[in-house]
């Protein structure tokens, strides 16, 4: 967007992680704020009496009574392809993903499918809200070269790339190690850094993945500094009595991606539900990374995710929807799940906490905090305006509430996609809710 205009409302972001409810240091809030934005950046954020004056004779100003305005949230974890098998009936991950999973995956080898499917995607991440994403296509270049190309067409910040599989999978979604290098890299070449597009290499999980296209991966990171690793981790217990059946020799699940060359600052291991305290701990020293999934873990009765352990061994935490195991692109639906995991375990996700996660705390997981995740000025302006009064039962509850930390815990036990009013990337409206 050129030009400069002003949005006013209440506007709330981060500055860094929360350590209680009531962590003022950590962010920003004001209940009549202004929010600057100048050609796509964010120009200057503060309250409305301070800025107002330098802005009423300079530009626009777009109001905004009783609304909120975030940064954008951020999906760490969601697979495009599955769409057409979200809401499949009653399996745990295994039998779910012969069942449900591979079968609609091969229809990704088709261009024209896939377009279409990653029309709809892109447009219902900024229908609910979700700015950036890190995303699981196929293992066919068609996929990935479809969603970048509508990525790219929104000026969204995505991240994506090939499934790398070569065993323990259907033959129509198995790779060779040449083939997988060689595709991998043309991708890479093509479309790391063109706009706002990161690419990652994705080997789907260690079962599926022989030690030689482990070794790809570790190839393609090392000849591309500047991309991701991105797969599953201890997500089901059986996948983790398959991975001890696999390499009998090794302590734990993280014990065999050390050895394969896996663990890195720029590496995102989605679900980690059955990590113990050893495994949390090598993650931390090698900064690695995790993306909790709340809705994926209920939905397939994969256990509760060891949120509290994991923040207190420094492991940076971001928020993934995990469509199509997780069953809404809601990340406030996805928070609402995660307040519920947490009590199941004796603990509590705070609103500040879990408003920290899906904004802030995921760009720095995607290592894109210098770009994304707050309003510091010169950041790229994706923002969210929010309208609880879309949802009569919320808005009854959100105008009687005063502090920020009430507001927020509203907003993800009681809002979903009715409350987007407007999404903005780059500060241009991409979608607006007219109704």
Request: hydrophobic residues 35%.
């Amino acid at each position: 967007m050129d030009g400069t205009i002003a949005y006013r409302s209440g506007i709330l972001h981060f500055l860094s992680e929360p350590s209680s409810n009531t962590d003022e240091k950590s962010y920003e809030y004001y209940p009549d704020g202004i929010l600057i934005v100048e050609n796509g950046k964010i120009k200057a954020v503060g309250p409305a009496e301070q800025l107002l004056p330098q802005v009423l004779s300079s530009m626009p100003v777009y109001a905004y009574h009783n609304h909120l305005i975030t940064p954008g949230l951020i999906d760490c974890h969601v697979h495009y392809p599955q769409l057409e098998a979200i809401a499949s009936y009653g399996e745990q991950l295994l039998p779910w993903l012969e069942k449900y999973i591979y079968p609609v995956e091969q229809k990704f080898s088709d261009f024209h499918y896939a377009s279409d499917m990653a029309e709809f995607f892109v447009n219902e991440l900024l229908r609910h809200g979700t700015t950036s994403a890190l995303v699981f296509s196929t293992v066919h270049i068609e996929s990935v070269n479809a969603l970048f190309d509508r990525a790219l067409q929104k000026n969204m910040r995505l991240i994506s790339g090939k499934v790398l599989s070569d065993q323990h999978i259907p033959e129509a979604l198995k790779n060779t190690p040449e083939k997988a290098y060689a595709e991998s890299k043309g991708l890479i070449e093509k479309w790391a850094g063109e706009g706002r597009l990161g690419y990652a290499v994705c080997p789907r999980f260690i079962p599926s993945c022989s030690e030689s296209l482990w070794q790809v991966s570790k190839r393609l990171m090392e000849e591309y500094p500047d991309i991701h690793m991105h797969t599953h981790l201890c997500e089901n217990k059986a996948e983790v009595e398959w991975y001890q059946k696999l390499f009998p020799k090794s302590k734990n699940a993280v014990d065999i991606l050390e050895k394969l060359g896996a663990l890195g600052s720029r590496s995102i291991f989605a679900h980690g539900v059955h990590l113990n305290s050893d495994e949390l701990q090598q993650l931390s020293k090698t900064q690695s990374k995790l993306v909790f999934c709340p809705s994926s873990n209920l939905f397939l009765g994969s256990g509760l995710f060891p949120y509290k352990q994991a923040q207190k061994a420094k492991i940076d935490i971001g928020l993934g929807s995990d469509i199509g195991a997780g069953t809404s692109f809601s990340l406030l639906d996805n928070l609402c799940d995660g307040y519920k995991i947490l009590q199941l375990q004796n603990e509590t996700l705070s609103p500040l906490e879990a408003f920290y996660t899906a904004t802030l705390g995921g760009a720095k997981v995607l290592n894109s905090d210098k770009y994304i995740g707050n309003f510091l000025p010169g950041k790229e302006a994706d923002f969210v305006i929010w309208d609880t009064s879309k949802v009569p039962l919320l808005n009854h509850r959100y105008q009687q509430t005063e502090t920020i930390n009430d507001k927020l815990f509203l907003l993800m036990m009681l809002g979903d996609d009715r409350i987007v009013k407007q999404t903005y990337l780059c500060g241009d409206l991409v979608f607006n809710r007219l109704a």
